[in-house]
């Protein structure tokens, strides 16, 4: 379930529709977090809830009345899913808290190896130029000289 979802907020709109489930936050997914652990877009999971009468039904909305985000029983949902044939993709667990300083060593060691690679690469640009206006230092000439030879004809 959302980590998110505050019910306390008097800010922020709240309609219980199953209200058996106050205090029990926990046990709701909300339908965008359902539709990346079915596997699905959440166009789908939208199509779902207007064409099946099965869909779970909604436990609670939260937000604003333009844009209200719906929550169901995770359970019911993934059931649902499973029957549509989703795959469904088990929750991972959070991942571990990095310190400050190891993200920026991480994030130091990646800036050095970017400018290393955009030096080589800037060398390697150098030279090709280099031989690019030797080429069209050569071209030129020969354009020189068959403009000469024409004039002469």
């Not at 922020?12 to 209200?19: G, V």
């Not at 993934?78 to 929750?91: D, K, N, Q, V």
């Not at 354009?143 to 030879?149: I, K």
Request: charged fraction near 30%; proline fraction near 5%; aromatic fraction near 4%.
């Amino acid at each position: 379930m959302n980590e998110n979802l505050n019910t306390t907020d008097s800010t922020m709109p709240t309609t219980w529709h199953r209200p058996e489930f106050q205090g029990r936050e926990k046990e709701l997914i909300h339908l965008a977090a359902g539709a990346k652990l079915a596997g699905v877009t959440r166009s789908a999971v939208s199509n779902w809830a207007a064409r099946h009468a099965d869909f779970p039904k909604l436990v609670l909305e939260t937000g604003p009345r333009t844009r209200r985000t719906k929550y169901v029983v995770e359970g019911e949902f993934m059931e649902f899913a499973e029957l549509r044939g989703s795959t469904i993709t088990p929750r991972r667990a959070p991942s571990p808290h990095r310190p400050g300083a190891v993200i920026d060593a991480a994030h130091l060691e990646h800036c050095e190896r970017q400018v290393a690679r955009l030096r080589d690469l800037e060398i390697r640009r150098a030279a090709k130029l280099a031989e690019t206006r030797r080429a069209l230092k050569a071209a030129r000439a020969r354009l020189a000289e068959a403009e000469a030879t024409a004039r002469a004809r």
